[in-house]
């Protein structure tokens, strides 16, 4: 090392010029230091029990575990190590933990994507031979209370009686009507769903029945429930679940009005697997102590996801691109952004041009998956002031490359309910800013959706004939 060394700290005739050697030789290794592996250095590798348990346990095991969605547990040495090839994979590649939305101009809570750091101590792990550790360091395995996420709701909603899907066939629209038997005004602080077969649940839109009459409707063709779109009376609006949703609360102080007596109408979208499915779900409800200040809502663009926005896209069409605006009449105190398509979109972004002309993103989500729909909560309240514009792209890929793509070939694919059609839309939402403000919103969205829809339909007779088919179901 000291020949590489120039000759003047080389030469042993001067003070200075050791010392100067001296300092110059404890620069390179401290540089030699920070590029070494850290197993080089004689530190010690990760092990299960001081490393990678703490990882898993926080981030993984909340979904694999007995009673949830994912597949396989992930609760000890062995289920992990069993699976750890996988699981460096889909952690490298940001398959999992499941979370689309890449970062945004404000924080995400209950962000579930890993940190480089972890990442890399799992391939370390993996690499090294996945050793289990020290015995004293083993961790004791998160134990859940409930085998809800969220804990045991206030209420557990079944539904009535199973609901066959045939093995093929169309898609099917069911509402499923269930009297809950509140006998007072309750608020909604969060609703969590378990289906009981999962493959054939496209996706869940819940709704209340303020009149608490649903149920009383007699059911059709020997199933339980009534098809089509419209939920009946059930006008109250409530949420919803699709495929890789996870359940969250409002943040604090923040709930959906459900009147006393009112009914559940859960309106199913299934989607036959190619054998006969039974699906009976179960729905927990969870209650706010209190009635909040301010009402929840939501800005949607393009409206009716995009029913009306000229969703027509060409086989082949690599990137068929939508795009819609909006300026908010009133102050709005944003709490998180969603976005909703079928199997081929592949790109979608929400910003925000405040007044003074700075641009925010609040979504960017840049390699969409039908299979991980979420809504992304901010850490914080947003607040979006008057004359905030809030601009929305959207993009499909309508090519034979597409790996989501469910014709092959392509072919043409238009709005539409079914998982062969597609739709798209982003959401913000919060809340007015001042509660007295609400009803200009509010009234602004369905005016411009109202004009949006009648514009297209007067000059558009396949869509007209589609809205009117949907609406007489």
């Known amino acids: 090392m000291l020949k590489s060394l120039p000759a003047k700290l080389r030469s042993p005739n001067s003070f200075a010029s050791r010392e100067n050697g001296g300092r110059c030789l404890r620069f390179i290794l401290v540089a030699l230091a920070v590029s070494l592996p850290i197993a080089e250095l004689g530190a010690a590798s990760p092990t299960f029990n001081h490393d990678v348990a703490p990882i898993v346990y926080k981030n993984c095991s909340p979904c694999h575990r007995p009673g949830e969605a994912a ?242 896209i060409p086989a082949g069409e690599k990137d068929f691109v939508l795009r819609d605006s909006y300026t908010l009449p009133v102050a709005m105190d944003a709490i998180g952004v969603g976005a909703h398509a079928h199997n081929i979109a592949s790109r979608m972004k929400m910003t925000a041009t405040f007044p003074d002309g700075s641009v925010k993103t609040l979504l960017n989500i840049t390699d969409w998956d039908f299979a991980w729909q979420d809504r992304y909560f901010f850490k914080d309240f947003v607040a979006l002031p008057k004359g905030t514009k809030l601009d929305v792209d959207i993009h499909w890929d309508n090519s034979s490359g597409n790996v989501h793509n469910l014709s092959n070939p392509p072919i043409r694919v238009t709005w539409g309910e079914e998982s062969k059609d597609e739709m798209g839309a982003v959401s913000v939402f919060g809340v007015a800013h001042e509660q007295g403000d609400l009803p200009m919103l509010e009234e602004s969205m369905v005016a411009r959706g109202k004009e949006l829809a009648r514009v297209k339909m007067a000059t558009d007779p396949e869509l007209r004939k589609k809205v009117l088919k949907m609406l007489t179901q």
């Not at 933990?97 to 945004?104: F, H, R, V």
């Not at 804990?151 to 099917?172: Q, R, S």
């Not at 602080?189 to 007699?218: C, E, Q």
Request: aromatic content about 10%; glycine content about 10%; overall charge negative.
């Open 71 to 312: 597949p396989f547990s992930l609760l000890s040495f062995e289920d992990v190590s069993k699976k750890g090839k996988i699981i460096a994979k889909v952690t490298q590649s940001h398959v999992m933990p499941p979370w689309k939305a890449e970062p945004a101009s404000f924080e995400y809570r209950d962000n579930r994507r890993l940190a480089d750091h972890d990442i890399a101590i799992l391939q370390e792990w993996v690499g090294g031979g996945m050793p289990e550790g020290n015995a004293n360091e083993k961790p004791t395995p998160p134990h859940f209370e409930s085998g809800w996420q969220l804990g045991e709701p206030d209420l557990i909603v079944e539904m009535p009686t199973g609901f066959h899907v045939p093995a093929d066939g169309p898609d099917i629209y069911r509402n499923i009507p269930v009297a809950l038997g509140i006998t007072e005004d309750k608020w909604i602080s969060a609703i969590d769903m378990k289906p009981s077969t999962r493959g054939v649940v496209h996706h869940v839109l819940y709704f209340g029945d303020p009149n608490g009459r649903a149920h009383l409707r007699p059911s059709q063709g020997g199933e339980p429930g009534f098809s089509g779109m419209v939920a009946g009376g059930a006008t109250i609006h409530l949420g919803g679940w699709a495929l890789g949703a996870q359940p969250h609360f409002f943040p604090e102080g923040l709930a959906l009005h459900l009147p006393k007596n009112s009914d559940l109408v859960v309106q199913y979208h299934f989607h036959p697997t190619g054998k006969p499915e039974v699906e009976k779900s179960l729905v927990g409800l969870y209650f706010a102590k209190k009635a909040p200040d301010r009402r929840l809502t939501r800005v949607m663009l393009p409206p009716s996801y995009s029913l009306f926005s000229g969703l027509d």
